[in-house]
């Protein structure tokens, strides 16, 4: 069974942003509710120093406290499927907030009352009006959301019976991984130790944010020496 996991390059990544607006307009989310964001801090001391870049989305935990906080308040909105992507049920969320408070990413954000329009309050665009977005990208007002692994994308794959061409095919791949100038993000199958993603992990010595929580995190990344 394949498990799919993100790496993300800190060495590479120079804060373009090309993947949260990649994140965007390929998922609709809310301005108040975004998928994905970078963090940028300084390291090192005057005069030497760099900025240094950082994007955070969901991490897609083996362990997600997410779910655990949500299944204790007997709402069980939040799942985790067999290829490890964590989803929100938006018919079962309440918007309770719960999921927000044990995350140790700061992931899930609740929205607030407009959804559906890239520019909520004016009229649809084109785009919109086309009505083809997938179930998972159909947000409901009042409700939790975060990153999904673009599962609308990879259910195809598995719906095809392509799983392995899973980070490989554009048409397979989360967006935001597609578009970084850089290559600082990679996406595949971390069970195959030939993947790309699993031997760039071993190669680079990639590893999780906050594992003291215990979550076991599903977005590993190559963070920055800071010998400046």
Not at 46 to 67: G, I, L
Not at 131 to 159: S, Y
């Amino acid at each position: 069974m394949a498990k799919f996991v993100r790496v993300i390059d800190t060495e590479r990544c120079f804060g373009c942003r090309s993947c949260v607006a990649a994140c965007a307009v390929e998922n609709h989310f809310t301005p108040e509710s975004p998928w994905n964001v970078m963090v940028e801090y300084e390291s090192g001391h005057f005069p030497h120093v760099a900025r240094n870049f950082v994007t955070m989305n969901c991490m897609h935990c083996e362990h997600p406290s997410c779910k655990a906080a949500c299944d204790a308040a007997g709402f069980k909105a939040i799942s985790k499927n067999e290829f490890g992507v964590v989803l929100v049920d938006y018919d079962k969320c309440t918007g309770c907030g719960y999921c927000a408070t044990t995350c140790p990413y700061g992931v899930p954000q609740l929205n607030g009352g407009k959804i559906g329009q890239l520019y909520p309050g004016g009229d649809k665009t084109p785009y919109e009006q086309m009505g083809n977005l997938a179930p998972i990208q159909r947000k409901k007002a009042h409700t939790v959301e975060k990153c999904t692994f673009c599962w609308h994308k990879l259910e195809k794959a598995v719906a095809a019976g392509k799983v392995s061409e899973i980070g490989k095919t554009p048409d397979f791949t989360p967006t935001c991984d597609l578009v970084c100038p850089t290559q600082a993000r990679i996406f595949g199958d971390i069970d195959d130790p030939k993947s790309a993603v699993s031997e760039y992990i071993a190669k680079k010595k990639a590893t999780q944010l906050k594992k003291e929580f215990g979550t076991a995190p599903q977005v590993y990344y190559v963070l920055n020496g800071g010998d400046y």
